[in-house]
């Protein structure tokens, strides 16, 4: 299993941003299919945001060093562990599936807590 790191979680208040950023030490992103989930307490994991290129996503040229995921005005019930999730794209194009059984590698997750 590759190994996803997620950071930039942290407290805020409503209204307010945060940037979080998801690199991985030994897969290479532009290989895989990538995608933002969360879970609240007592929640399911839920999808916040997945690429669905369809084959289109033209990356840039050298290695992708992080997928990121900036995220404004904030509300509290955004408040969750937020996980960036992947799998290998055997296909050639990312469908952008919302389903969690879909992605192989997990991160550990990053807190973002939105206060009101």
């Known amino acids: 299993q590759e190994e996803l790191v997620e950071s930039g979680g942290g407290s805020v208040q409503a209204g307010g941003s945060l940037r979080l950023s998801c690199t991985a030490s030994?897969?290479?992103?532009?290989?895989?299919?990538m995608g933002w989930f969360r879970q609240a307490p007592g929640k399911e994991r839920e999808a916040v945001a997945v690429?669905?290129?369809?084959?289109a996503t033209n990356y840039s040229t050298g290695p992708v060093a992080a997928l990121y995921l900036r995220m404004n005005d904030l509300k509290p019930e955004d408040t969750a562990m937020y996980f960036c999730?992947?799998?290998?794209?055997?296909?050639?194009?990312?469908?952008?599936?919302?389903?969690?059984?879909?992605?192989?590698?997990w991160g550990q997750g990053t807190q973002v807590t939105v206060s009101s």
């Open positions: 690429i669905a290129d369809h084959g």
């Open positions: 999730a992947a799998v290998e794209n055997i296909r050639g194009y990312c469908s952008g599936s919302l389903k969690e059984y879909d992605y192989d590698d």
């Open positions: 030994r897969l290479e992103i532009r290989n895989y299919c």
